[in-house]
């Protein structure tokens, strides 16, 4: 048996805490950093308690503590801009200009295209070149370990040709 509770958050300002806080978003970022200076100030941890709860709501860090106008303000840009895309894709009425505008944007789309293109193997050929670098790197290491070691061996051996380890022979009576 499955029980569906129906939730819906409440969207009214709930006390004095959402009003100040609500105020405080209204004016912005400043304004928290204001109340929060006041808070040390005042009695520390009220201080510490809106710090903490700027950290933990991401007020300290981001630009959406804006004012509010400033979000609705986006939203009508963003609105405009679809609304000016859209127009410039409706036709002027003057066929010269439509056909400019047409042959334009096709040839702006192909350089586009073809400077992602470019962008591509530059990065490529950089990604390459690094790879070539550590490749030659770890060879030389590898080189310069081994030439380590076989120099290392070529002295034991060396030590043990001479006969430096070997025990002495005793001495013959005449």
């Known amino acids: 048996m499955t029980i569906a509770l129906d939730h819906t958050p409440s969207t009214r300002a709930d006390g004095p805490l959402h009003r100040v806080e609500a105020w405080l978003d209204a004016r912005g970022k400043g304004a928290w950093i204001a109340a929060m200076v006041l808070g040390f100030i005042l009695f520390w941890p009220i201080g510490l308690a809106l710090l903490a709860y700027m950290i933990w709501s991401k007020r300290m860090f981001n ?32 066929s010269a200009f439509d056909a400019y505008k047409a042959e334009t944007l096709s040839r702006l789309v192909e350089e586009q295209e073809q400077f992602e293109a470019f962008l591509e193997r530059l990065r490529a050929a950089k990604d390459k070149q690094e790879f070539d670098a550590f490749m030659t790197e770890r060879a030389e290491a590898a080189r310069s370990r081994h030439a380590d070691w076989t120099e290392a ?20 009576k005449a």
């Not at 061996?153 to 013959?172: H, V």
Request: with cysteine; net charge negative.
């Open 63 to 94: 630009s959406s503590c804006g004012h509010a106008r400033h979000r609705h303000a986006g939203a009508g840009a963003l609105h405009r801009h679809h609304r000016s895309a859209r127009a410039a894709m409706r036709p002027s009425g003057n």
């Open 153 to 172: 061996s070529s002295a034991e051996d060396g030590a043990a040709d001479t006969g430096d380890d070997a025990p002495e022979a005793p001495e013959a």
